[in-house]
């Protein structure tokens, strides 16, 4: 392709003058050059090299920076494209260098063809995989593995939020990405509360999943001063361990008590080393958080101020119920609340919302 070698610093003024007069190569970006020149793609239409209007700048040809569509469906075929117009999937979920698409029966047929358009419009993602649904009480999605860029077909992966990172399998474990402003939330909270003590706070986070909450936690040095989290799901378990292990590698702090474990959070307060021992509770198993409260409430330490905070899916006409059920769970256990919150984060169905729900609350020796 017909590149016009202009100083860096006049790029702008090529760009604008070529494209005024319909001699820029629309599709194709700026060419870095040697000696910091760069280089304006050319229409065959433009003057040739040596015409006056190019005031003795020179000409080299180049392989062009050929911008791609900017879809994924202007990479299937016109006919295809064509065929199905207005069926194909608007919609998927990027986790690490996985791509998961929900594809409706009648796209079936095609989805090699949509799996290889993915994949050549984004050079970052390896694998597409088919969204079947979220299955059981470990909330895990069922996969199908459509088409890997290089053959592999894991789909263990590692993905990057608010600064850290975390292995994730979305075929083997629950993890949402939405979420992660919940992280940033959960830890101004805990650094409230760490305030509030003087010191650092020991976290207990039972429905754990990967640990994206102690992503959020453990970065931010000082704030605790130990943990006991764990899951249910032995693959939640097994990437907790990497992620907590890795997190801690890029941490200055100590951490004591430091423990992972794999058994039913409703049994954690039975365990003489998890009784009364935290000072921050985090409850994310959000068909079935309140119902647990009873069991859980007993992790925390008395005589002090500590802080609960759950995430449920209720009815929106609900609020204020559920309110009194999460206050009812605490009371009867002798707490006193100082504070309660329940605010919605985004829509689960057209009747029933995700909140979350904090609480401060003392409960006495
Ligand atoms: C909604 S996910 C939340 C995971 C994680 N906190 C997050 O934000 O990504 C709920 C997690 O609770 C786990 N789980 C389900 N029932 C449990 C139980 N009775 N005890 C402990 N974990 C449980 C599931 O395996 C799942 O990883």
């Not at 249910?232 to 801690?248: F, G, H, K, Q, S």
Request: charged share 25%.
């Amino acid at each position: 392709m017909r590149h016009l070698s202009v100083p860096s610093a006049q790029t702008q003024t090529w760009l604008d003058f070529c494209k005024s007069n319909s001699w820029l190569q629309s599709e194709a970006g700026v060419l870095p050059l040697d000696d910091g020149r760069k280089g304006i793609p050319l229409l065959d239409n433009a003057p040739s090299t040596g015409d006056s209007v190019w005031k003795g700048m020179p000409e080299v040809i180049a392989q062009g920076r050929v911008k791609g569509p900017s879809h994924w469906t202007q990479r299937l075929d016109d006919e295809l494209f064509l065929q199905m117009k207005g069926d194909w999937p608007t919609a998927f979920e990027v986790q690490g260098d996985i791509q998961i698409v929900k594809i409706e029966p009648e796209l079936q047929q095609f989805e090699t063809s949509i799996a290889e358009a993915m994949l050549q419009q984004s050079p970052n993602i390896r694998l597409i995989c088919a969204d079947e649904g979220v299955q059981g009480d470990f909330r895990i999605r069922k996969l199908r593995v459509i088409q890997s860029r290089d053959d592999d077909e894991s789909t263990l992966t590692r993905i990057k939020e608010n600064g850290y990172s975390l292995w994730v399998d979305p075929a083997k474990v629950y993890f949402s990405i939405r979420l992660s402003t919940q992280r940033i939330n959960t830890a101004i909270s805990a650094t409230k509360l760490s305030q509030r003590l003087n010191r650092g706070i020991v976290v207990c986070d039972p429905y754990a999943g990967v640990g994206p909450s102690m992503g959020a936690l453990l970065t931010e040095q000082g704030l605790l001063a130990g943990y006991h989290v764990g899951d249910l799901n032995p693959a939640a378990v097994e990437l907790l361990e990497m992620n907590v292990d890795y997190l801690i590698s890029k941490s200055d702090d100590s951490f004591t008590p430091a423990t992972i474990r794999c058994s039913d959070a409703r049994e954690w307060a039975l365990d003489d080393e998890l009784t009364e021992s935290c000072d921050l509770l985090l409850v994310n198993l959000p068909h079935d958080s309140i119902g647990h409260l009873p069991e859980l409430i007993p992790l925390l330490r008395k005589g002090d101020i500590t802080l609960l905070r759950g995430w449920a899916i209720i009815e929106k006409d609900e609020f204020d119920s559920q309110k009194q059920l999460i206050t009812k769970a605490i009371e009867n256990t002798s707490a006193v609340i100082e504070s309660i919150t329940i605010e919605e984060i985004k829509g689960f169905s057209s009747s029933k919302c995700f909140a979350c729900f904090e609480v401060w609350l003392t409960r006495p020796i």
